[in-house]
């Protein structure tokens, strides 16, 4: 029986990480973290039964914990909640499903603790990757990537040799908005970018998908879990999402991982990596798959990943003003509170305006994450 814990279990990666639960009888959930969706942790904790749950907000958690009086589970909330579900003492992986740079300090303590980590939250990374890549390392565990993409350069690499490869070609959808030149993106509103193609996320990715500036985030965090220069990754636009990433070696060969556009895949390999094991859903059909094609991706209409490449080429807290500010635009955004183009321009407005600390300490990171809301404020 392999024992997980997840943090953020309501959202689009936890509740398919339960699916796979709820199909691997030797699977079992010892505590689950959420935002403030309390119906849903609900009822996830009545099916899956969790000795630990965390809400974040204090008097959500005291009402789930008057709803669960008849339950034998504790719940905890804040941060000191989110630390103690991430090292919780029974679990042997992690799940980071968490959306923002609020999970940085519960995966620090996962690791320190001994846990592995499948790790969907790509801030942590992007910000913290000098951090957390040589902790996890000296604590001997590994890091598990979730996302799409990295998953599929992680199993493209499992078997060729890692010191032989040359360079990660690192796929995008290309988003709703594809072959769009900035004048047409003038007008675009929210439910406009919120209708991508092939996948189904959360609302913030999707947004962040339709700018390219995820792909600029997935950019610096291929650079921490495959220990690569910016310069070795190149981004395609596969339109058709059926490449989800490839790796080429040093004597040219290219090793992709192809699918279908199903999350449920990387998720189930991070928990039981190495062992592949049924899954099931659609599979590709060869007999009536026309076409894949390929494009160069536009970074002078979706610029913010360019910005994303210059952050990860100069490091230090640049990518941090890069996160911070793009999640604040975002929320913006989906709150009507400014348009869509706008995103990029505060976004470059932000860096521009940040001195760059070499090496940041968490608490360094933090700091710059709120200073950079507090431009934002002040600005817009």
């Known amino acids: ?46 099916e899956f039964r969790p000795r630990l749950a965390a809400v974040w907000k204090e008097e959500r958690a005291a009402e789930l914990k008057s709803r669960l009086a008849d339950m034998d589970v504790r719940v905890v909330s804040g941060m000191d909640g989110l630390l103690e579900v991430a090292a919780v003492p029974e679990s042997e992986i992690l799940v980071t499903a968490i959306v923002g740079m609020i999970g940085i300090r519960p995966t620090i303590e996962a690791i320190r603790a001994g846990k592995d980590i499948a790790l969907a939250n790509k801030e942590t990374l992007v910000t913290a990757g000098h951090i957390i890549m040589p902790l996890a390392k000296e604590c001997g565990v590994s890091i598990l990537p979730v996302d799409s993409e990295h998953s599929a350069i992680f199993q493209s690499l499992q078997g060729g040799q890692r010191k032989a490869l040359h360079k990660i070609l690192l796929t995008a959808s290309g988003g709703p908005f594809r072959g769009k030149k900035r004048e047409e993106l003038e007008h675009i509103q929210v439910e406009d970018a919120l209708k991508h193609p092939n996948w189904e996320m959360g609302r913030k ?41 490839m790796v080429e070696y040093e004597d040219g060969a290219v090793i992709a991982q192809l699918g279908t556009p199903d999350m449920k895949l990387p998720i189930q390999y991070a928990l039981y990596y190495p062992e592949r094991r049924y899954l099931p859903g659609e599979r590709l059909d060869f007999g009536t798959l026309t076409q894949i094609t390929f494009e160069k991706p536009d970074m002078e209409t979706f610029y913010g990943l360019k910005l994303a490449f210059e952050a990860g080429r100069r490091g230090g807290s640049l990518p941090t003003v890069l996160n911070a500010a793009n999640e604040r635009a975002v929320a913006m955004f989906l709150n009507r509170k400014i348009r869509y183009l706008e995103i990029p321009e505060i976004i470059q407005a932000c860096m521009e305006n940040h001195k760059n600390i070499p090496d940041p300490t968490v608490e360094e990171i933090l700091k710059t994450e709120k200073e950079t809301y507090e431009f934002i404020k002040n600005r817009w």
Not at 21 to 46: F, M, P
């Open 1 to 46: 029986m392999k024992k997980i814990a997840i943090l953020g279990s309501t959202g689009s990666i936890g509740t398919q990480t339960l699916e796979i639960v709820r199909t691997n009888k030797d699977l079992e959930v010892t505590a689950l973290a959420a935002g403030n969706n309390i119906d849903l942790l609900e009822r996830q904790i009545r």
């Open 205 to 245: 990715i999707t947004i962040d998908s339709s700018t390219m500036v995820n792909k600029g985030l997935e950019v610096i965090e291929a650079k921490w879990l495959f220990g690569v220069t910016v310069d070795q990754i190149q981004v395609v636009v596969q339109p058709q999402s059926i490449i989800h990433s």
